[in-house]
């Protein structure tokens, strides 16, 4: 099976800082990837997802950004942080062929200050 | 589409017993649903994944249900226990074997198991 790793686990930035999540993936190639944001006690919201190498789809508008520079490793940024960015922010992985099972990481809380 | 928006919906149960939760899909074209489990502070984990062919599944002290005409899965705990605590989503596949993969994740819903 797929180990996804995620860092930091917690994040505390103040607003207009600059941000970057880092996901790498093991156990697979050519995975799909993606980036989910869930807010304090709700569902997931897809964000970004990435079918290969600087193949990046955005799902909603917003002030986040994605960059796949490696087959295996999904970044998330932005140049300037809001205060809505603050979220549990969740990457994950599928094997891209068939019925897709998706795995997680164990997600990074930002809190924008 | 996405779950977002609303606060979870909360199960409360009684060590030992059986749990059973719910969750309505959208897209009647669907072909392949799972349920995660999620802890506190940590990312989703895959349960049990079921192919609309099938109505029934079995794991280890789960099962999940399909009810194709309604749009409707269930999953069921035996004897649930306080590891169980967690938010449940269920999460349905719209692609026929395509490489995006998209999962549509439902709303969540709470599970509280009482000692």
């Known amino acids: 099976s797929q180990t996804i790793h995620q860092w930091p686990a917690t994040l505390v930035q103040p607003v207009g800082s600059p941000l970057s999540l880092e996901c790498t993936v093991e156990?697979?190639?050519?995975?799909?990837l993606y980036w989910y944001r869930q807010a304090a006690g709700r569902g997931l919201q897809l964000l970004f997802y990435?079918?290969?190498?600087?193949?990046i789809s955005s799902e909603v508008p917003q002030n986040l950004s994605a960059s796949r520079p490696q087959d295996r490793q999904f970044i998330l940024s932005s140049k300037k942080l809001l205060l809505s960015d603050s979220g549990f922010y969740l990457c994950a992985s599928s094997s891209g062929q068939g019925y897709e099972k998706l795995f997680f990481g164990s997600g990074t809380q930002l809190s924008v200050l | 589409g996405e779950s977002v928006g609303l606060h979870l919906p909360t199960l409360s149960v009684q060590e030992g017993d059986n749990s059973i939760i719910n969750c309505a899909y959208s897209?009647?074209?669907?072909?392949?649903f799972i349920w995660y489990k999620q802890e506190s502070g940590k990312g989703p984990q895959f349960i049990i994944d079921?192919?609309?062919?099938?109505d029934k599944r079995q794991g280890q002290r789960v099962t999940v249900l399909l009810n194709k005409t309604v749009k409707h899965l269930s999953l069921q705990i035996a004897a649930t226990q306080p590891g169980d605590s967690a938010v449940y989503f269920c999460a349905e596949n719209h692609d026929y074997g395509g490489s995006q993969g998209n999962l549509i994740f439902g709303k969540g819903t709470k599970l509280s198991v009482k000692p």
């Open positions: 897209n009647s074209a669907s072909d392949y």
């Open positions: 990435s079918v290969g190498i600087g193949q």
């Open positions: 156990g697979t190639s050519n995975p799909n």
């Open positions: 079921i192919r609309s062919n099938m």
